[in-house]
């Protein structure tokens, strides 16, 4: 994946399901998803993890430092009303967390909807027509909640929802996307998987069997 999530949202690819337009020819992350597919739903993650996971403690400033990030360069910049109304979408987003696939489908159709989103052919130059549904002149936000929502139709066509995974650390209230090739990844992008692979050890020590190895052994790969 692209390193940070400025990079990773700011290079979608073009097609007929890509989420965000763009007439930069798309960047290989080495996902087991399609470009625009993953580099959407790591964005979406990243504003669901700006609350706690019964939306208790939003942290509003911490969607407005990120918000900006989702910016792909081509539209309309960040402003006061798209910050507004990501604030409202934060919960519907983490909510594609915590429910069934039907219930994604059914929030799906329902922000594609409330954001008019429309198919359009668009000539791509080198690229040729593609079928696009994100217009690239829409505001952040809109284009934000259409390409969450293709995305998270992209995996369920694909049979693979159960990649939206929530922190496996019991105090941890983050979300992921799991891109690993064997859908084994286990923890958030924090620390949390070094504090994991710590606490074993430390059982370990507890219960006399652990031996002087590093406890780094124990760190999940991703
Ligand atoms: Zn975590």
Redesign the pocket.
């Known amino acids: 994946m692209t390193p940070g999530l400025a990079g990773a949202v700011a290079s979608p690819g073009v097609g007929s399901a890509s989420p965000v337009g763009s007439r930069r020819r798309p960047e290989r992350t080495g996902s087991v998803l399609p470009d625009e597919t993953a580099v959407a739903l790591v964005a979406a993650a990243a504003l669901a993890n700006t609350t706690t996971a019964d939306d208790a403690r939003p942290d509003d400033a911490a969607l407005d430092r990120m918000a900006p990030l989702l910016d792909t360069g081509e539209g309309p910049v960040c402003g006061a009303d798209d910050l507004r109304t990501l604030r409202g979408l934060r919960p519907r987003v983490r909510a594609l967390w915590q429910t069934t696939e039907d219930g994604a489908a059914c929030a799906v159709n329902d922000l594609l909807d409330e954001f008019d989103a429309r198919p359009r052919l668009v000539n791509r130059g080198p690229w040729g027509y593609r079928l696009e549904v994100v217009p690239v002149d829409a505001p952040l936000a809109t284009r934000f909640a259409i390409s969450t929502s293709i995305a998270v139709a992209d995996l369920l066509r694909r049979g693979e929802f159960r990649r939206l995974r929530s ?1 496996a ?1 019991p105090t ?1 209230h ?1 979300v992921m996307v799991d891109l690993s090739k064997n859908r084994s990844r286990r ?2 992008e ?1 620390r ?1 998987g070094n504090r994991a692979a710590v606490s074993a050890y430390r059982s370990r020590l507890a219960s006399g069997v652990a031996d002087d190895r590093d406890p780094s052994r124990d760190l999940p790969r991703r």
């Open positions: 922190c650390r941890c983050n923890y958030c924090g949390c």
